[in-house]
């Protein structure tokens, strides 16, 4: 194949074909039990996952599925398909931590399934698509985010899907078709990040100096943003100014906002390297190795690769916001360069040995996980709380909450999810005090110093519930 370096890709001396489809298996049932094990146990933390849980809640308890709401508000900032694929579970089986992470889990799962898939595609080697599969379901920070249910791992999942269908398209240009509808996938999950696979594709179109059939590619790029154009001039039409307010203070909190001290407005692209360099481990000279044996050998083919994970990271280096979960969707194309590199630089021999070294280790750890999970309760003081609340009010009555005078939105999505009721939220001590003398809320959630000083006797009241540092009280006023 022209282009394509044997160096590169050697023809497998240690692991056969049968080999190769064994250890698909392996991992693929692996990386089942990994997705699904974590849903058993835990709960929400409360930024984010509380937060598109209880938007996909209020979702079906409305049936508003076009435009989202957050304690019976509008909530104008992010697209809805993590909400919709939430509300969709919600629908049918019911309210539960569990369903509210598992479109994260499922598409962690397809992650690593269609790594395999594109490796092999791109390099045409069986033994690289099961070393970047081992790869990507032993990358410990994407494993951490598929048990989150939050937007970065069904991002991700959407990327992916569009780059396979891209790859497609080099032998029946229908599938520009395909990756068109995953990139309308990808960008109502992340309306910003969504813009980074129509740069990939035209840079490698470049790369490859290869011209798209414009009959499938202008249909394709229409099914790519139409949906997402369409949502959004619905929410103008709807809401004006009001949305053009939000969504504009939202995209300078996020992406274009000023930086302090303004000198990092321009440092992204090193501090995202710096977070890579100490934590994708144990992978990361793999995948510098594999960069380096795609440049040397000049391999086009496999420039997608460097293509998709240069314009993720420059995105992200561009935008206001330095979180190391943004470069999730550059990943898979990570786990695949490792894996070359692997190939290229290390024996097959070391390779055939690692192989079957690492595998029972890495089953005998899953099946621990899975048995013996570490649960970790984030709402730990809220659930009772929210439940009490809930259980002291009646359907449409509000709660006050305080929080010592904080923005506590984590404890406000936890509210949310696990209680039934919107909130009315003092964030002054004058605020509240009006609110417990005279407010037409009857029932508080306040921390307990609070609670002491401006209502504990001096104000007639029953408590209601007690949880940590919270107080849930009902106000008995003449």
């Known amino acids: ?150 937007t970065d791992v069904p991002f991700t999942f959407f990327v992916l899907c569009a780059v396979c269908a891209w790859s497609l398209a080099d032998d029946n240009p229908r599938w520009y078709l395909a990756a068109g509808l995953c990139v309308a996938c990808a960008s109502l ?84 390297a710096w977070m890579l360099i100490r934590s994708y481990w144990p992978w990361l000279p793999a995948m510098i190795a594999g960069v380096v044996a795609v440049v040397r050998e000049r391999n086009r083919k496999l420039w997608l690769l460097i293509l998709w994970a240069a314009v993720v990271l420059a995105l992200c280096g561009a935008a206001r916001s330095r979180v190391l979960r943004y470069m999730l969707p550059a990943y898979p194309a990570f786990s695949i360069l490792a894996a070359v590199g692997m190939m290229r630089f290390v024996p097959m021999h070391y390779l055939r040995t690692g192989i079957r070294v690492a595998t029972p280790l890495v089953a005998a750890a899953v099946l621990v996980v899975a048995a ?37 939105y984590d404890e406000d999505n936890q509210l949310h999810w696990y209680g039934d009721r919107f909130l009315i939220r003092p964030f002054s001590q004058a605020e509240l005090t009006e609110a417990l003398r005279n407010g037409p809320v009857q029932v508080f959630v306040t921390d307990k110093r609070t609670y002491q000083a401006y209502v504990a006797g001096q104000l007639g009241h029953q408590v209601v519930a007690e949880s940590g540092h919270l107080i849930c009280f009902r106000m008995i006023r003449p």
């Not at 984010?48 to 979702?59: F, N, P, R, S």
């Open 1 to 150: 194949m022209p282009g394509v370096s044997k160096n590169c890709c050697p023809e497998p001396d240690g692991l056969d074909l049968l080999n190769t489809r064994v250890y698909f298996w392996i991992l693929a049932i692996l990386s089942t039990i990994l997705a699904i094990a974590p849903l058993r146990t835990g709960d929400l933390v409360g930024l984010d996952d509380a937060q598109y849980a209880h938007i996909a809640k209020e979702m079906v308890q409305s049936g508003d599925w076009i435009v989202l709401h957050s304690n019976g508000e509008p909530a104008l900032e992010n697209p809805p398909m993590l909400e919709w694929m939430e509300a969709s579970l919600f629908a049918a089986f019911g309210f539960s931590d569990g369903l509210a992470r598992l479109p994260s889990a499922l598409c962690g799962l397809g992650t690593i399934l269609l790594v395999n898939w594109l490796a092999r595609r791109l390099t045409g080697d069986a033994i690289t698509a099961v070393l970047a599969m081992f790869v990507m379901g032993t990358t410990l920070y994407f494993l951490k985010y598929m048990a989150r249910g939050m």
């Open 189 to 272: 999950t992340r309306s910003l990040m969504g813009l980074a696979l129509p740069v990939v594709f035209v840079l490698h179109l470049i790369a490859m100096r290869r011209r798209p059939a414009l009959r499938y590619a202008i249909p394709a790029l229409a099914m790519a943003y139409l949906p997402l154009a369409a949502w959004y001039v619905f929410l103008i039409h709807k809401f004006g100014a009001q949305f053009s307010t939000i969504h504009a203070a939202w995209l300078d909190r996020e992406a274009f906002g000023e930086l302090t001290p303004a000198w990092r407005r321009y440092t992204g692209l090193f501090e995202y």
């Open 372 to 408: 013996f999970p570490r649960t970790h309760l984030d709402a730990f003081e809220i659930r009772p709380i929210a439940r009490a609340a809930t259980a002291a009010t009646l359907p449409g009555e509000r709660i006050a909450f305080y929080d010592d005078g904080q923005p506590r």
